[in-house]
């Protein structure tokens, strides 16, 4: 039997390993330190993010826009200021030709941001909502939206993300639990959630009809004056356990077991497929 390291763009691959090497860290955040480096704002002007829904027998050449080649189908644009309620806000306008008919910018939403709180006045409204919470970064805190309670954990850092720039789970919590599993969406510091639409409250595993677009888009990329702000390939590197020389991760909490891509549990590795240790993928030919 031979096992291969392979590294899949695919979405769904992406977010179960995701789920699985945070599922790996336990209760990290409780003991990790406060971040002396630079909060990275999530509104700001200027600011392009590349999206695309899942092509499964589609490909398109790699470009810097859409590094691994998965297809660009939405482009939000940050630009410009407006005022509501005597809040200052910015626009985010919207290209998504299958969406919209046209390959126009539409007016799509409005965001501001306030110590580590993002919040959207949606295109249909005149009231503001919560959209992300950033505070409290070392914490699991409680997040109250659309009526119902979700749990963000607190923040962890992978390998070639920028300094500073932390991802969080965002999970259901149902009596007094995370579920960590059924319905995790991943915020990333400066991009938003990655697996998801960035510019409404969206889950993974969500269906379809439950969407903004009634697709399930992605992040490919973050720019902001021709740099990264995000790059979905980060979402495959491990995750750091340590930052500045300091203890951040606990390295007790490395996983022998074996799992499959939904997170359950094996007995023994299988003889043919794909399972997951210790935040590795792995394929069994």
């Known amino acids: 039997m031979k096992s291969i390291l392979y590294n899949n763009s695919v979405q769904t691959i992406l977010r179960s390993m995701a789920i699985l090497a945070a599922m790996f860290l336990g209760n990290m955040s409780t003991n990790a330190q406060e971040l002396d480096d630079e909060y990275i704002p999530f509104v700001e002007e200027g600011k392009v993010w ?32 407006t005022e509501i309620n005597d809040k200052t806000y910015k626009k985010v306008y919207c290209q998504f030709k299958e969406y919209y008919g046209d390959e126009e910018q539409h007016y799509y939403c409005a965001v501001r941001e306030e110590d580590y709180r993002v919040y959207i006045v949606e295109e249909d409204a005149t009231e503001e909502r919560p959209l992300y919470d950033f505070s409290h970064s070392t914490e ?79 992040v490919r990329s973050c720019i902001k004056d021709g740099e990264y702000i995000f790059n979905e390939d980060w979402m495959s590197m491990p995750i750091e356990t340590s930052i500045n020389g300091r203890n951040y991760t606990n390295n007790s909490l490395k996983d022998v077991h074996i799992y499959d891509l939904q997170g359950r549990r094996l007995t023994d590795k299988p003889t043919k497929g794909v399972y997951i240790q210790n935040g590795k993928l792995y394929v069994v030919k």
């Open 50 to 81: 590349y999206c695309g829904y899942w092509h499964p027998l589609e490909n398109s050449p790699a470009t810097f826009e859409d590094p691994l080649g998965n297809c660009i189908d939405c482009i939000f644009t940050m630009c410009g200021d």
């Open 140 to 218: 699991l805190i409680l997040l109250n939206i659309n009526d119902q309670t979700f749990a963000r954990t607190g923040g962890y850092r992978r390998y070639n993300f920028l300094p500073s720039q932390l991802e969080y789970m965002v999970c259901h919590y149902l009596d007094d639990k995370v579920d960590y599993v059924n319905d995790t969406g991943f915020w990333v510091s400066g991009a938003g959630a990655v697996f998801n639409n960035p510019f409404t409250f969206e889950f993974c595993n969500s269906l379809f009809d439950e969407r903004k677009f009634g697709k399930a888009i992605s």
